[in-house]
């Protein structure tokens, strides 16, 4: 039904268009039957008028089309009305639209243009010069009979308001066909166009009274007048191609990132407008961003001229599915993006997913059949926003479809970490890490405890941000901002210097305890780590056996070689290393083997299903069995009950870590909770766990 109403709707345009031809064509007919007399007398008492004829067919040679941007009406660009307006001021009306209508002919069959466009352009021209002819019968300008001061200003006068005469007329009609053709009335591109051919027409206007002049001297002159013409056609060309340029993908075809700016612009002055047919224009303004999986191998692999080729392909498979009135970009490498509007959301889903199916097609190049498969956002427009704002959302949803593993994603302001509120806590993060002092950011410390000892043998350092104004910041959403950005290295640094100055605080109070810390991917691919944390040691005099650095399970995964290095560095100082969140990831077990671990942190996702799930607790059995095979420690995470605490001791799990043992604290606290608390006592195995619950902070 909706695709039988959009047939209906270009119908009745296309109707509309061919009814305001027919009056332009009838109406020129009319006015030139009426003008037959006239032209057929001055032709032969005035032979010179077929010379400026020939000109301005001649002229109509010049003739070409400007396309300023994809998705925009074509302009032609002509100069004949430079001649035919001259003979217009010499000869008169009737003349004038004969040798014109001549030169349309003539124009139409170089450029291959339309039958209807043809009868258009000349019913709207013959009105133009019908209006500057009334303007030049009220004046009647002669300067070759009347000589004085006040004769050549009102001469000039009404040529000059015979130009203008033409113009408005030509302007008007132009205008009411761009908006029969769907254009909006006040769309900054109609506005544009149409005063552009309005700037290069009024030029070829008022160099017509100088051809006029020449042609009743000395109609030799008058031929001269192609040089300065071409010259400034040539340039008239070549600003339309630079134009052209400056709005396009060389590459492809297709409009650039300004070329999809305009048409952002263009579709915004639109919504909400009422057509000529009555149908209202869409309300739902949607820019669909995608990125081709694996590009960069097919570049590295097949080379770049290859990899060019199958951009070109998938420009060509875009813009073959592509909505009427939308506009397809390529907005740099292997990103392009299609600026639509619907009526509804569901539409513009239903276009991504016609791309989709578009591209699912293998690509032949070179005999070989390359898989092309893309990662696609959506973003719909909301009042109040810019054409950088939407670019931006629409990027976001395709890298949430990217990281999902689906092919289409749309944008949602919860997935959105770049907001400008975030881009905010991170600066504020960023000044608050340059602070020595722990007013806003410090270290909280959880025990670990033995099960067999019931004695605290180590303890994990936590970051806790209080923001001035925000409160407490969840760290899941404090390390989600600063993860991929370089304030994560700041942090890391900053903990290194917060943790080993609370170690060696420790130290000089007698308390002996191991301190674990956890840095990023991001600190394990610079020797900055090592460098910075051997330093720190060494200054505050801290045993290195005394600190432990956690990674993740993930970070072995992106670049194992490099992280390897560092781990090894690390290694190297006596520090230990502990796997964390080891059984949520992908990495192979031969890094328990090739990397000097010390310790596995097995999730709380499965130390907490261990009550409840007889699968859970199998895996965590199991990893404890193959860690202690390996001679590693094991630590389970979020324990917070005592069965799960005896079914740890069972399994023979090392520490655990959780609330039944402590709250994180601060570094100081801890020190008179260990002082308070009787956690130094040695329960028989598989005993309850000597905290007390009123000293959990």
Request: charged share 20%; proline share 5%.
């Amino acid at each position: 039904m909706a695709g039988l109403t959009m047939a209906g709707r270009r119908w009745t345009k296309q109707r509309l268009l061919r009814l305001y031809a027919l009056v332009m064509g009838v109406t020129g007919g009319f006015l030139l039957a009426l003008s037959a007399r006239d032209v057929v007398a001055e032709a032969v008492a005035h032979p010179p008028m077929w010379l400026m004829t020939v000109l301005a067919v001649v002229a109509g040679m010049l003739a070409f089309i400007e396309r300023p941007t994809p998705g925009r009406p074509p302009l032609i660009v002509c100069p004949t009305i430079c001649f035919t307006f001259a003979i217009q001021l010499c000869w008169g009306f009737g003349p004038a639209i004969a040798a014109q209508a001549v030169a349309v002919l003539l124009v139409r069959w170089k450029l291959h243009a339309p039958m209807v466009e043809a009868v258009k352009a000349w019913g709207q021209y013959t009105l133009a010069f019908a209006a500057s002819g009334a303007v030049l019968w009220l004046g009647q300008p002669d300067p070759f009979e009347r000589n004085g001061p006040t004769n050549i200003a009102t001469d000039a006068i009404a040529v000059v308001l015979a130009v203008v005469a033409w113009i408005v007329v030509y302007a008007a009609l132009e205008f009411v066909h761009s908006v029969l053709r769907g254009a909006p009335a006040r769309s900054r591109s109609l506005t544009s166009a149409v005063g552009n051919q309005l700037l290069f027409k009024a030029s070829l206007l008022l160099l017509s009274p100088v051809l006029a002049v020449a042609a009743h001297i000395n109609v030799g002159f008058v031929p001269l007048v192609f040089a300065p013409l071409f010259a400034v056609q040539r340039m008239a060309r070549l600003s339309a191609e630079r134009d052209r340029a400056a709005r396009m993908d060389p590459l492809t075809g297709l409009a650039n990132r300004a070329g999809l700016r305009a048409g952002f612009n263009d579709l915004l002055a639109a919504r909400g407008r009422v057509s000529p047919d009555g149908v209202p224009a869409p309300a739902v303004l949607s820019l669909l961003m995608l990125d081709l999986d694996r590009f960069k191998h097919v570049n590295d692999t097949l080379g770049h001229d290859v990899g060019d080729r199958l951009l070109v392909a998938v420009a060509e498979r875009i813009a073959a599915v592509q909505p009427a009135e939308s506009t397809v970009a390529r907005l740099g490498g292997d990103e392009f993006a299609i600026l639509l509007a619907t009526h509804t959301p569901q539409e513009a889903e239903r276009v991504a997913c016609t791309v989709v199916h578009a591209l699912a097609r293998p690509v032949a190049l070179d005999r070989l059949q390359i898989d092309v498969t893309a990662s696609l956002g959506i973003a719909s427009y909301s009042d109040g926003e810019d054409f950088p704002t939407l670019l931006r959302h629409a990027d976001v949803a395709m890298y949430e479809a990217k990281q999902r593993g689906d092919a289409v994603a749309t944008y949602a302001a919860r997935a959105d970490q770049n907001s400008p509120e975030r881009l905010k806590l991170l600066t504020d993060f960023r000044d608050a890490l340059t602070v020595p002092e722990p007013q806003q950011i410090a270290m909280h410390y959880q025990p670990q405890v033995s099960l067999a000892t019931g004695e605290v043998e180590g303890v994990e350092a936590l970051l806790r941000w209080h923001h001035p104004v925000h409160g407490l910041v969840p760290t899941r959403d404090l390390l989600s901002v600063a993860e991929h950005s370089s304030v994560m290295q700041q942090l890391t640094m900053r903990v290194i210097d917060d943790v080993t100055a609370q170690a060696a605080a420790w130290r000089g109070t007698g308390l002996t305890l191991r301190a674990s810390l956890n840095v990023s991917v991001r600190d394990l691919y610079s020797d900055d780590l090592a460098t910075h944390l051997a330093a720190r040691l060494r200054e505050r005099g801290v045993p290195p056996e005394r600190v432990q650095v956690e990674i993740t399970e993930s970070a072995l995964l992106a670049d194992p070689s490099r992280v390897q290095a560092t781990v090894n560095r690390i290694a190297a100082l006596g520090v230990a290393i502990s796997l964390d969140d080891f059984g949520t990831g992908y990495s192979s077990l031969q890094h328990l083997r090739r990397l000097p671990i010390s310790e596995i942190k097995i999730d709380r996702s499965f130390v907490a299903g261990m009550a409840d799930n007889r699968d859970d607790a199998a895996i965590v059995r199991s990893i404890v069995e193959m860690a202690r095979t390996l001679g590693i420690r094991t630590v389970a995470e979020g324990v917070e009950n005592e069965y799960t605490r005896q079914l740890l001791a069972e399994a023979g799990c090392t520490l655990i870590q959780g609330w039944i043992a402590a709250h994180p604290m601060p570094g100081a606290e801890l020190v008179r909770w260990l002082s308070a608390a009787d956690v130094v006592r040695r329960p028989a195995r598989g005993g309850a766990l000597p905290v007390r619950s009123q000293l959990q902070t």
